[in-house]
């Protein structure tokens, strides 16, 4: 990456030196509009400015599409589990920004998709649920999806598949996708809402179906039972009270309020499986997007 970068860079400045040295060797010669002579570097200095911008402009293109090709991935399984939390959580949006659920440009029947941004560089593909359908339809609606997809000279790179109850048309799905090697990573959401028992339940079913969990990761996601308890004033002061009741705290030593908020848990496991099971070419791109696990991002700048 790096060594094209340079070639590229390269190439631009050498054409900026060519353009220079053209427009020395062109200013002897004279031109006559309206009776007075003028040089002619004057009349290609503004062309050739342009030019040498194109050609910038061209390089920083190529770079960004190297080094920024956006990561796929198709969010599958049921639906009304918090598929825009999820999104929310790794993404970095805050309530009410960025893709919702629903509100995407339609693809095919029962599929829509969110186009990547300079903030957000992945390319979000939705499913509407596994309700409601016989399992030879959800297959079949899949197929079509991934011919669509085809069609538009791209690819799904990973899935995430939200289970609350595995059942037997989210096996066929599964290994649909197997099929087209795409790795899938299980996502049980609502820990915060679940028992251990139920969530057990859950992550034993896909295990008698997937029994392999370095191929079929499980990541339980949601937000903690209690209250976090490491909170701290801004400018260092010690005093701090809180009260759990209220979900607030405020500095003894100074005017600083805040509020207590529930601990995410899984988003930053599910955000470093998710760069290491995606192509290669693209983790660079759903790095820049995550904002959820600092550790990766410290990690592979390293």
Request: net charge negative.
């Amino acid at each position: 990456v790096f060594s094209f970068t340079f070639v590229v860079y390269r190439s631009v400045f050498s054409m900026g030196n060519l353009f220079s040295r053209t427009a020395s060797a062109d200013s002897t010669s004279l031109n006559v509009t309206d009776g007075q002579p003028r040089p002619d570097s004057l009349a290609t200095s503004s062309s050739t400015g342009e030019q040498r911008a194109s050609a910038r402009e061209t390089a920083e293109q190529m770079c960004e599409r190297l080094l920024g090709e956006p990561m796929n991935i198709l969010l599958a399984g049921v639906s009304q589990v918090g598929k825009s939390t999820l999104i929310q959580q790794v993404f970095g949006f805050t309530q009410g920004e960025g893709p919702r659920i629903g509100q995407g440009q339609p693809c095919t029947q029962g599929f829509e998709s969110w186009e990547p941004t300079k903030e957000c560089p992945v390319r979000l593909f939705d499913s509407k649920g596994v309700e409601n359908t016989t399992a030879a339809e959800q297959v079949e609606s899949l197929s079509s999806f991934f011919q669509f997809v085809a069609g538009e000279r791209t690819n799904i790179d990973l899935v995430w598949y939200v289970v609350t109850r595995f059942q037997d048309c989210d096996r066929m799905l599964v290994n649909r996708m197997t099929e087209s090697e795409i790795p899938v990573i299980f996502i049980v959401p609502r820990l915060d809402i679940l028992s251990s028992h139920q969530h057990g339940e859950i992550v034993n079913s896909i295990r008698n179906e997937f029994p392999d969990p370095d191929s079929f990761p499980i990541i339980g996601t949601g937000l903690a039972s209690d209250l976090v308890s490491s909170f701290e004033c801004s400018s260092g002061h010690d005093s701090i009270h809180a009260d759990k009741r209220t979900r607030k705290w405020r500095c003894g030593d100074c005017t600083e309020r805040g509020v207590l908020l529930r601990e995410a848990q899984g988003y930053q496991e599910l955000a470093r499986q998710s760069y290491e099971r995606g192509p290669s070419l693209k983790r660079t791109s759903f790095l820049r997007a995550q904002k959820c696990n600092r550790d990766i991002v410290s990690s592979k700048c390293k």
